[in-house]
C-alpha cells in the first residue's frame, strides 16, 4: 500500500461508517480517523441540519474544511479513513486535491440492505439522527450512484471487522478518478 491516502467511507445512516472507518485507521500505519459528524458540530450559531435543502452552503463549506484537513494530515504521510455521508455530488473537491497533491483516493460506499440501515439508525442513541424520515432519504439519495455503483459495498451481513477488511482487500477496485 501506498506511504499515504485517503479513503472516504460514505453510506446511509446505519450503515456502519464511523465503526468501519476506525477500524480501518487502527489497521494502517500511520493513519488517521475523520469523524466528519465533528466538523458539523463544531458550527455553534447558524447551524443547519445537513440533510435539510436549506444546509447546502454549510454543506459545501464543511466538504471544503474535511477536504483541506483530509489532505493536509495525507501530505503528512498518514492514511486518512474519512467517514460521513458523502455524496457524488461532493466528491469534486476531493478528486481535485488528489490530484493536486498526488495522493491515492478511495471512495466506497456502505450500502446495507434498507431495512437493516433503517433498524441500525433508528436503534442508535445520543445526538445521532434516528427520525426515520431523514434517514430514509438520504438512503434513497445514495441508492444509485450510477457511474460509481462499483464503488458500493454491501455491509448488511458482515461485522465491521469484516467490512474493513472487505475494504482493504478489494482497494483497488475504489479508486476515486480524479479529473
Known sequence: ????S??????????GKSTVARRLA?????????HTDDFY???RRGFVPPHLPESRRQNEVVIGVMTACAYGYAAGGYHVALDGIVGPWFLPPFQQAAAEHGISTYYVVLRP???TA??????RTGDALTDPGPVLHMYDELADLGPLEPHVLDS??????ETAAA???ALPTYRLPTP
Request: some cysteine; aromatic content about 0%.
Open 167 to 169: 475494504i482493504l482487500t
Open 113 to 115: 440492505e434498507r431495512d
Open 156 to 161: 448488511t451481513t458482515q461485522t465491521p471487522a
Open 41 to 43: 458540530t463544531c458550527i
Open 118 to 123: 433503517l433498524a441500525r439508525a433508528t436503534a
Open 1 to 4: 500500500m501506498e506511504t499515504a
Open 6 to 15: 485517503v479513503i472516504i467511507v460514505s453510506g446511509p445512516p446505519g450503515a
Open 26 to 34: 487502527e489497521d494502517l500505519s500511520p493513519s488517521v480517523h475523520l
